[in-house]
């Protein structure tokens, strides 16, 4: 009777284990939508810019900016213009004359 409830406690036991290493596996994937300062997972800088520049004016420029902005905080805000709040530290560089720097 003894060891009959013991192997049912850790079966419980083993289960709810099992269920929380997943939960936290899921929650760890799930949090990396949008790559900042992370080492690990490098983005393409160079594709993300091709389509953040391809209404530019001056697409050599804005290619070279972003470029730069990209290597330094590996993340590019999505669209052509704007969306400065995905990636703040893209939004947060400025020039010496406090403009911002990343198209």
């Given at each position: ?7 049912l ?29 992370d ?10 810019c ?36 995905a990636?703040p ?15």
């Amino acid at each position: 009777m003894a060891s009959s409830k013991f192997l049912l406690a850790s079966v419980f036991l083993s289960l709810f284990l099992l269920h929380q290493v997943q939960f936290h596996a899921v929650q760890a994937t799930s949090s990396t939508a949008i790559p900042q300062n992370d080492s690990t997972m490098k983005i393409d800088c160079g594709g993300a810019c091709a389509i953040r520049c391809q209404l530019s004016s001056r697409p050599n420029l804005c290619k070279r900016a972003c470029g730069t902005c990209c290597a330094r905080c590996n993340c590019v805000p999505p669209g052509t213009s704007g969306n400065l709040e995905a990636c703040p530290c893209y939004a947060s560089l400025t020039t010496r004359d406090n403009k911002r720097k990343c198209p």
